[in-house]
């Protein structure tokens, strides 16, 4: 009786440290801090991005702060601010903005808009200035401005205003 319970026991321990070993090498390795982050310093985030265009001399600053500062800051200079949105982020140009624009400034918003198509995911775009790599199956179908697009819609667009320098 007694060997057998020693068996069970044995048994028992051993079963919990194969969960445990599968448990470590199975579970997902993801930084988690940097989960949902498009600041990343992987070279897919825009901090890498941002490193490659201070590299090169670009005048590029990093804006933390409202856009309210930002006129304030920059009222007589003809700037471009370029705003990227996370995932889940629904976004819609202000009045603000868009008399902001008007006043010769550029407005760019990075985000996940337009309708999922049947595009491939990872597709090389020729352009004026070289290939571009876009990597989205999102395409815009609507009355906008294409600046670069394929077969499936609009991955870049313009509204319709002549005027305004409006990039979606």
Not at 18 to 33: D, E, F, G, K, M
Not at 51 to 70: D, V, Y
Not at 115 to 144: Q, Y
């Given at each position: 009786?007694?060997?057998?319970?020693?068996?069970?026991?044995?048994?028992?321990?051993?079963?919990?440290?194969?969960?445990?070993?599968?448990?470590?090498?199975?579970?997902?390795?993801?930084?988690?801090?940097?989960?949902?982050?498009?600041?990343?310093?992987a070279?897919?985030?825009?901090?890498?991005?941002?490193?490659?265009?201070?590299?090169?001399?670009?005048?590029?600053?990093?804006?933390?702060?409202?856009?309210?500062?930002?006129?304030?800051?920059?009222?007589?200079?003809?700037?471009?601010?370029?705003?990227?949105?996370g995932?889940?982020?629904?976004?819609?140009?202000?009045?603000?903005?868009?008399?902001?624009?008007?006043?010769?400034?550029?407005?760019?918003?990075?985000?996940?808009?337009?309708?999922?198509?049947?595009?491939?995911?990872?597709?090389?775009?020729?352009?004026?200035?070289?290939?571009?790599?876009?990597?989205?199956?999102?395409?815009?179908?609507?009355?906008?401005?294409?600046?670069?697009?394929?077969?499936?819609?609009?991955?870049?667009?313009?509204?319709?205003?002549?005027?305004?320098?409006l990039f979606?």
């Amino acid at each position: 009786m007694i060997k057998s319970r020693r068996k069970l026991w044995l048994f028992v321990g051993l079963f919990f440290s194969v969960i445990i070993l599968l448990t470590l090498l199975v579970a997902p390795s993801r930084n988690q801090l940097m989960s949902g982050s498009t600041f990343g310093v992987a070279p897919d985030g825009y901090a890498a991005w941002y490193e490659f265009m201070q590299e090169r001399n670009a005048p590029i600053e990093r804006w933390q702060k409202s856009f309210k500062t930002l006129q304030q800051n920059y009222s007589d200079n003809s700037i471009t601010l370029l705003r990227v949105y996370g995932k889940s982020a629904q976004f819609a140009v202000s009045k603000t903005e868009r008399e902001w624009v008007k006043k010769g400034n550029t407005l760019v918003n990075l985000a996940f808009q337009g309708r999922v198509t049947e595009a491939p995911f990872s597709r090389s775009h020729e352009t004026d200035f070289g290939a571009v790599k876009i990597e989205t199956t999102r395409r815009n179908t609507d009355s906008f401005k294409a600046i670069l697009k394929d077969d499936f819609g609009a991955i870049i667009w313009q509204e319709n205003n002549q005027k305004e320098k409006l990039f979606m």
